[in-house]
């Protein structure tokens, strides 16, 4: 157990929705990291929060948006959902505001599978 | 910008022996990868990392080696198990605006 904690694990919607993933990092973790894995492909990195502040972007679409909240959860919101994004989507935290070094590596939630109709 | 390849898809091999997976990379100013180990139904979990200051990081079972010059990372699992049946992910965390950035993976089936 990562005690990174993502809900629902399964969402079916369809298409031009809007949901909310949600994502609990481990206790003492400021920085939470969003990750999409389409079928078949790598993990790509959406977007990164520490601390409530965004630090950095990845290929995020613009009808995707994340927040991280006082208590250190995140949410993340996809709108005007498209059958292209139907994949999983992980949550990951850490330490640390900066790249995860030695003592610090990325805690994976077991992710948000997300399927589009 | 780094990008990471791992150009085997899938490995096979038999419990008790070596399993290899290898790892390419495109820029030697960021030395620095992770290996990730993904079950399904499962997030990634952090595995191994080695550095440029290294040439070899070893934690039980697994050891990583990097070759710089021909910018090249292998990952050793000696004996392998059943339970190490996962993909590998060769990880780099300089990838520009990438935090991290995952390669398509390696599928290891260890059969018993």
């Not at chain 1, 920085?31 to 999409?36: A, C, F, N, R």
Request: glycine share 8%; hydrophobic share 30%; with cysteine.
């Amino acid at each position: 157990d990562s005690g990174v904690t993502q809900t629902p694990k399964h969402l079916i919607t369809a298409t031009g929705q809007r949901v909310t993933l949600r994502c609990s990092p481990r206790s003492g973790d400021l920085s939470v990291y969003w990750y999409q894995q389409s079928l078949d492909q790598g993990l790509q990195f959406l977007i990164h929060y520490y601390n409530g502040e965004e630090r950095a972007k990845g290929n995020i679409l613009e009808r995707f948006s994340a927040q991280q909240f006082p208590d250190l959860h995140s949410e993340l919101n996809l709108s005007s959902l498209e059958l292209g994004d139907s994949a999983l989507y992980f949550c990951a935290s850490s330490v640390g505001d900066d790249l995860p070094w030695y003592n610090s590596p990325l805690h994976f939630g077991n992710g948000t599978r997300l399927t589009v109709t | 910008d780094q990008q990471v390849k791992q150009n085997s898809p899938s490995l096979s091999v038999q419990e008790g022996r070596i399993s290899i997976l290898n790892c390419d990379y495109t820029n030697s100013m960021f030395d620095y990868f992770l290996w990730y180990k993904k079950y399904p139904a499962e997030g990634p979990t952090f595995l191994i990392s080695i550095s440029s200051i290294k040439d070899k990081n070893e934690d039980g079972r697994f050891t990583v080696f990097l070759n710089k010059s021909a910018k090249h990372l292998s990952l050793h699992i000696v004996p392998s198990q059943p339970g190490d049946s996962a993909v590998y992910f060769c990880v780099s965390p300089w990838a520009g605006n990438e935090k991290l950035t995952f390669g398509t993976g390696t599928r290891l089936t260890i059969i018993p």
